[in-house]
């Protein structure tokens, strides 16, 4: 069993930036990629970034690309997300997820955190 806990959200202004945090327990972090999901508020979740276990492929959405990068730390059982030049749209509840495959897709993420909550005011 794989835990996951967020950290890192909060409120910054429009063009601002914040790096969030994911930190695993309970597994063996370097046999899952990795992801992070968005849900904005009244929407459902939505994949922002992927990366696999060694890094070498990543996946960012739309919304992400240019502005998000994801890295992982399999040393220090961590994924990041460093955000920039955020947007109010970029506004949600952002949560980390762990799958034993390479995947993008939101029903093949085995584990899941509690989220942390990023607000960007306009």
């Known amino acids: 069993q794989v835990q996951l806990v967020e950290s890192g959200g909060g409120l910054v202004q429009a063009g601002g930036s914040l790096r969030l945090y994911c930190a695993a327990s309970?597994?063996?972090?370097?046999?899952?990629?990795m992801g992070w999901v968005r849900q904005a508020p009244g929407k459902e979740r939505d994949s922002v970034a992927a990366?696999?276990?060694?890094?070498?492929?990543?996946y960012y959405a739309d919304s992400a690309k240019g502005r998000f990068t994801i890295s992982r730390d399999n040393a220090k059982n961590t994924v990041y997300l460093q955000m920039n030049s955020l947007k109010a749209e970029h506004t949600g509840l952002y949560y980390c997820?762990?799958?034993?495959?390479?995947?993008?897709?939101?029903?093949?993420?085995?584990?899941w955190g509690q989220g942390t909550q990023v607000t960007v005011s306009s």
């Open positions: 997820a762990a799958a034993a495959l390479w995947t993008t897709r939101l029903t093949e993420y085995n584990y």
């Open positions: 309970g597994g063996t972090f370097s046999n899952y990629a």
């Open positions: 990366i696999s276990w060694t890094g070498s492929n990543r």
